[in-house]
Structure formats: C-alpha cells, structure tokens
C-alpha cells in the first residue's frame, strides 16, 4: 500500500511538473511573438493562467493569459508599461507550440497604458513631478474645488517644482483625468493641501492661472494593447492609467503595440 500511494504521489507530482514546463514553453514562445510582432525591445513577460494547463491546451481555449510589457517606446510620453488580460482565448496548439499563430480570437480583451511620474513629467516639463491619486471617499479637504465638497474621484494630485514669477516652488495642484474621445486631458483645477500633496507653498492669486496652466495639457489618443479603445483614465498608485476592453474580437499579436 504504502508502494502504491507512493506511486501515485510520484506520477501526480510527475504531471504537475510536465504541466507547467508546457506552460512555460508556451508562455514563452508567445512572449517571443510579441517582441517580433510588436518590435519590442525586451520579451513581454506572458502568464498563462487555469490548472491544468494540457488540458486546456487539447480545447485549444485558454481561460487567461495576462500580458505585461515594460519600457515600451511612445512617441509622445517616452516609455511606458502596457498591458493586456485576455479571457477566453482560442489557440490550437499546435500553433501555440510552433510559435505560427498571429490572429487570436478572444472573448474578453481588457488593454492598458501605465504612465509613471517620470514619463508623465518629462512630457509636462516637469522633471521632478510626482503623481499620487487622492481619496475617493472625500473631499480635498480645503475646499480645492471652490469649497463644493466635491469628491476627489477620478482625479489625480500632481506635485512639482514649477517657476511662479521670479522664483521656482514645488506645489501641489488638484487635477481632472478626462477622455476626449481617444485623447486624454489633465486638467488642474486649484491648488492643493490635503495628505496626497507634497508641499505647502500658497502661490499668490495673481500667479495660480499660470501655475495651474503648467499642470494643464493635452495627450494625444494613445494606441492600447491590440487597438482597443480607451473607455477610462485615472489615477493608480503613482501612475496614470488608459483603460479599453472589449467583447469578441479577433486580434493579431503584431498590434500588442501599434503605430
């Protein structure tokens, strides 16, 4: 008996083992069509998820598979991270195994651009600019939006030493993320005080406009993952997030990043 249990605790571990070797080529060889496809200049790190992976792998249907590809080149923003999660994928393996597959049906495409304070500062021209995302279950605090109460989410707290008259101060401002169509518009609105900020300096009225106008800028649409459209855009952590998804489409590797 004891023999036996051994046994099949050996082969149980055994096909655990070819599971996730098979994955891993796998996951592999679709990380190396990205970076052709998508001239990419390091691999795409590529996680195929659900247990047992072979079995999926006979349905030719893959329940997720999560994309992540860092320091991807944008023309506008520098470098920035994308990423794409993808249920419900339709590979034969056979394709998957020889690395030939290029369209992919899937049945839900969820697609992101991160942009982190660097890039975004070097785009506003502001190089040391730190970016936080305030509450969303309260108010600035200090009456930022005019003294409205208003809540802070979907917007964004930008920091950053900025030139206000003859003299250059780091200040905090209060900004709106906005989608206009495919663009995205960061709109500060005032200055701002509460935990998020960085700095306490109070920019005299006569220079707020101006100050406010170098948090103020418009970034043109941005290609997402596989082309999806971009439905949303906030604040996470110290990034700034473009969100797409969509429902049964059909999309080629070569687009993970489009011109």
Same mark, same amino acid.
């Given at each position: ?168 101060? $780091?200040?905090?401002? /209060? ?5 206009? #169509? &495919?663009? *995205?518009? =960061?709109?500060?609105? @005032? +200055? ?42 906030? $604040?996470?952590?110290? /990034? ?5 998804? #969509? &429902?049964? *489409?059909? =999309?080629?590797?070569? @687009? +993970?990043?489009?011109?």
């Amino acid at each position: 008996m004891r023999k036996l249990i051994l046994s099949l605790v050996l082969l149980v571990a055994l096909a655990v083992v070819v599971d996730f070797g098979a994955a891993a080529y796998s996951e592999y060889r679709v990380s190396r069509s990205l970076r052709e496809g998508g001239q990419l200049n390091s691999d795409p790190a590529v996680t195929i998820g659900g247990f047992p992976f072979l079995t999926q792998a006979v349905n030719g249907k893959y329940d997720n598979v999560e994309i992540r590809a860092r320091g991807v080149d944008s023309q506008i923003l520098g470098e920035v991270t994308i990423e794409a999660n993808l249920r419900g994928v339709n590979i034969p393996a056979s394709d998957l195994v020889n690395g030939s597959v290029k369209t992919v049906p899937v049945d839900q495409l969820d697609g992101r651009i991160l942009i982190d304070a660097t890039a975004l500062g070097q785009f506003l021209g502001i190089p040391d600019l730190q970016v936080s995302a305030p509450p969303a279950d309260k108010s600035d605090g200090t009456g930022g939006s005019g003294g409205s109460g208003m809540t802070t989410s979907g917007g964004v707290v930008l920091t950053g030493t900025v030139p206000i008259g003859p003299l250059s101060a $780091a200040v905090s401002v /209060q900004a709106d993320l906005l989608l206009d #169509g &495919e663009d *995205v518009k =960061i709109v500060a609105t @005032d +200055l701002y005080f509460g935990p998020e900020g960085k700095a306490d300096f109070t920019v005299p009225a006569p220079f707020k406009p101006a100050v406010l106008g170098l948090f103020t800028r418009t970034v043109e649409a941005q290609q997402l993952p596989f082309g999806v459209l971009p439905t949303k855009v906030y $604040a996470e952590g110290s /990034q700034v997030v473009i969100e797409g998804s #969509g &429902e049964n *489409v059909v =999309i080629n590797l070569d @687009d +993970l990043q489009a011109p």
